[in-house]
């Protein structure tokens, strides 16, 4: 058993910190292992971290391409 890992990414750093500090995530059996500030940054963390969950709000991620 692992903790799963997560990444938030949002253009808002507010948003970002609201959803890192509004979860119980050890409880939960989840860490959150990076936090992105855009669509690029969130692709590079996704592939060096390889999360077993994304949170993300679509429009920080709609100006990358993700194929």
Do not use: F, Y
């Amino acid at each position: 058993w692992h903790m799963l890992k997560v990444i938030i990414a949002d253009d808002e750093r507010l948003i970002c910190r609201l959803v890192q500090t509004l979860a119980d995530w050890d409880s939960l059996g989840m860490e959150v292992v990076a936090m992105a500030e855009n669509g690029l940054e969130a692709l590079e963390l996704v592939q060096s971290e390889r999360p077993d969950i994304l949170i993300t709000d679509i429009r920080c991620l709609a100006a990358t391409d993700w194929s």
